[in-house]
């Protein structure tokens, strides 16, 4: 991963709330989204975060004149086609993204030209970052797996594939919503001590916390990516929600996996960070000395000194009585991709192209639920009440074990380290509704 001139820590911009400690898009970080006026009903539009503003990339096409090879990437972006600008690859990410921190950095002749093309964060509606054609969610956190894995099988937690394969299942990319959009709680079969299932909501609706990557340039059908190509496959990194009923979930899921208790709805993050923007935040992959090393298909020099990602990321609960009392959320863990995942971004690429998949520019690999390995890093409700035997107690008083009807549920992510500005994931939030009874 190169670092270069649009990583520097003391690089500012002409937009003055980019250069605040608090903001979490400073000009190192200028992700992408999709947006339009707050109230309106324009067609989407794909910009770039830049403090608490967006940079209109259809407006700034038209107001500078740029380049010929910097026009030529802008244009499908100023289309409002995220997906066509990924699909050029990392080499097109990699320049564009030059030439906007260029014009947004402090001291540019673009500054005049392209200020009318800013518009407020708080004045926009945000939607999925792209079209997300296909979704595939892996099982990446060894730490969530291990202590769900207990909960049903004491003595043999971890499936013996586990730490050889990196386990995914196909989602329902349909049911993928932005961050903000209402989560309603599912309904389906349930089966007790009974010798018939029932029918009704989800009594155990849970949440996952996990990365969403982000797929580029797609490969052909029939074509494998290598493990020392996997990387530029990917364009970007998201928050990611992947929504769980877990008392449905049991009674389905023999043979063929999660159906109902997965589909109903995966919350996404609005903004993409670029792989070039996690340039400077990576750490080494590194496997336990006696657990088995990754097959060859899975492993580079590359992905062993900076496969993994160093991110931090939080999980905030607010109940319906928080909010109503005007009192914030509350903090339920905290954890770091980098001990939580056992496989990295690239792995999984080169994992799920072996058998000749065909990826395409937009889809999205789940990360799976990135718990660390301490009780105040579990990244579900599952974890966190061990099953529901042990309810937690809120701050005011409230008792959960999984989640009610009300509660909104927050996730954020931000990479920092010293030399470097620190960026942030934005948030990924969503309030649960009732279910809409048949």
């Not at 309603?184 to 990365?211: F, I, N």
């Not at 159906?259 to 400077?280: C, D, G, Q, R």
Request: glycine residues 10%.
């Amino acid at each position: 991963m190169t670092l270069d001139s649009t990583h520097q820590a003391d690089l500012r911009s002409w937009v003055v709330s980019a250069n605040t400690s608090e903001t979490e898009f400073p000009i190192q970080n200028l992700p992408f989204g999709r947006f339009r006026p707050a109230g309106s009903m324009a067609p989407w539009r794909v910009g770039v975060a830049i403090g608490d503003q967006v940079l209109d990339l259809h407006q700034a096409l038209s107001a500078v004149v740029w380049p010929a090879d910097i026009a030529s990437l802008l244009q499908p972006l100023a289309a409002g086609n995220l997906n066509a600008f990924m699909a050029l690859g990392r080499g097109a990410s990699r320049t564009l993204r030059a030439a906007l921190s260029k014009a947004l950095s402090q001291g540019s002749a673009q500054e005049t030209a392209l200020a009318p093309c800013l518009l407020p964060q708080t004045a926009t509606e945000m939607t999925v970052p792209c079209a997300i054609g296909d979704y595939t969610d892996f099982y990446t956190g060894i730490h969530h797996a291990t202590t769900v894995g207990k909960l049903f099988r004491p003595d043999n937690p971890l499936l013996p594939n586990y730490k050889w394969v990196p386990i995914g299942y196909h989602g329902r990319a349909s049911s993928i919503v932005a961050s903000g959009h209402p989560i309603r709680r599912p309904q389906g079969q349930t089966k007790g001590s009974a010798d018939t299932p029932t029918v009704g909501p989800s009594q155990r609706l849970d949440y996952e916390l996990e990365l969403a990557f982000f797929i580029g340039a797609g490969n052909p059908l029939g074509e494998p990516v290598p493990m020392a190509q996997a990387e530029e496959h990917l364009f970007g990194v998201a928050l990611f929600n992947d929504w769980s009923a877990r008392d449905i979930q049991p009674w389905e899921y023999q043979p063929l996996g999660p159906f109902l208790a997965k589909n109903f709805a995966s919350t996404v993050s609005p903004w993409v960070v670029t792989m070039e923007a996690l340039a400077p935040f990576r750490s080494a992959f590194t496997r336990p000395a006696d657990d088995p090393q990754p097959l060859p298909y899975l492993d580079s020099p590359a992905n062993r000194a900076s496969g993994q990602l160093d991110i931090t990321l939080q999980v905030w609960l607010q109940t319906a009585a928080m909010q109503a009392a005007g009192e914030p959320g509350v903090c339920l863990s905290t954890s770091l991709v980098r001990d939580a995942a056992y496989w990295t971004a690239g792995q999984l690429v080169a994992h799920h192209t072996i058998s000749g998949c065909n990826l395409q520019p937009g889809d999205l690999l789940g990360s799976g639920t990135l718990s660390g390995p301490l009780p105040t890093q579990t990244g579900s409700m599952l974890e966190l009440s061990m099953g529901g035997k042990q309810p937690l107690t809120l701050p005011n008083g409230e008792t959960r074990s999984f989640l009610a009807d009300g509660d909104t549920l927050t996730l954020r992510g931000w990479c920092e380290r010293p030399g470097f500005r620190r960026i942030g994931l934005g948030t990924c939030a969503g309030t649960v509704v009732p279910a809409r009874l048949l």
